[in-house]
C-alpha cells in the first residue's frame, strides 16, 4: 500500500486498504479553529439575543476578532482584557470563547460574575440561549431540569468539561474547584473582597 507525505492520502488497492482509509479518515481530529472562525462556523443568535439573529458573524464586529483569537487554544496568550464601552460585544467574546471550549477544547470552566443574581440572570439570558441556539453545543449540554444535577441554572455539564457560573460575591463558589479556563465579566461591579 503506498501513500503520499504531503497529503497523508491511502492509495486504495484493496478492500483491506479501504478499509483502511475510512478508519483513518474517521480517526481524524477536527482541525482547530479559533475562536472566531469557531463563531463564525458554528454559532447561532436567537431574536431576543440579537437583532442580528441567526449565524454569527465577526465581520459585522470585527474589533471582537483578535480579543476572541487570543482566548484560543493555539494562542500563547494566558490573559485578555477587553476594557471599552458597555453593550459592544464583550460578553458575546466570553460567551464564544466558552461555545469553542464545549465544542472543540472541553475542560472545566468557571465563569465569573459580580453577584450570584447577575449570575443567574446572565446563565438564563445569555448562556442558555446561546446553547438552544446553537445545533453544535445544543446536543453536548442538557436542558436545565431540576432533578438533573448534569445542568442546573450555575452548572452545565458537557463531554469532556463543565461551565460553573458564579458571583464574585460568593466564596463558597470560587472554592475547590479545578478549573482550567477562567472568565471575568463586569469586573469594575465586583465586590472588593468574596467574604470570609
Keep these: 500500500m503506498a501513500t503520499t507525505a504531503a497529503a497523508a492520502a491511502v492509495v486504495v488497492d484493496t478492500e483491506a486498504d479501504w478499509l483502511l482509509a475510512v478508519t483513518l479518515e474517521a480517526m481524524r481530529p477536527e482541525p482547530r479553529l479559533s475562536v472566531s472562525a469557531w463563531a463564525d462556523a458554528h454559532r447561532y443568535l436567537d431574536e431576543t439575543t440579537s437583532r442580528f439573529h441567526g449565524r454569527w458573524d465577526t465581520s459585522r464586529t470585527p474589533y471582537l476578532r483578535e480579543p476572541m483569537d487570543r482566548l484560543g487554544p493555539g494562542d500563547p496568550v494566558q490573559r485578555v482584557v477587553l476594557m471599552f464601552a458597555s453593550q459592544l ?24 460574575q459580580p453577584n450570584i443574581a447577575t449570575a443567574e440572570k446572565y446563565s438564563k439570558t445569555r448562556i442558555a440561549r446561546m446553547l438552544s441556539a446553537t445545533p453544535r453545543l445544543r446536543d453536548k449540554v442538557a436542558p436545565v431540569r431540576s432533578r438533573d444535577a448534569s445542568n442546573t441554572l450555575l452548572l452545565k455539564e458537557f463531554p469532556g468539561g ?35
Aim: net charge negative.
Design 89 to 112: 460585544g464583550k460578553s458575546e467574546v466570553i460567551n464564544n470563547w466558552i461555545g469553542s471550549i464545549i465544542d472543540s477544547t472541553p475542560a472545566p470552566v468557571m465563569m465569573v
Design 162 to 196: 463543565l461551565l460553573s457560573i458564579v458571583g464574585a460575591n460568593a466564596p463558597a463558589g470560587l472554592a475547590s474547584q479545578p478549573i482550567r479556563f477562567v472568565g471575568f465579566d463586569e469586573v469594575d461591579r465586583f465586590p472588593e473582597s468574596a467574604g470570609t
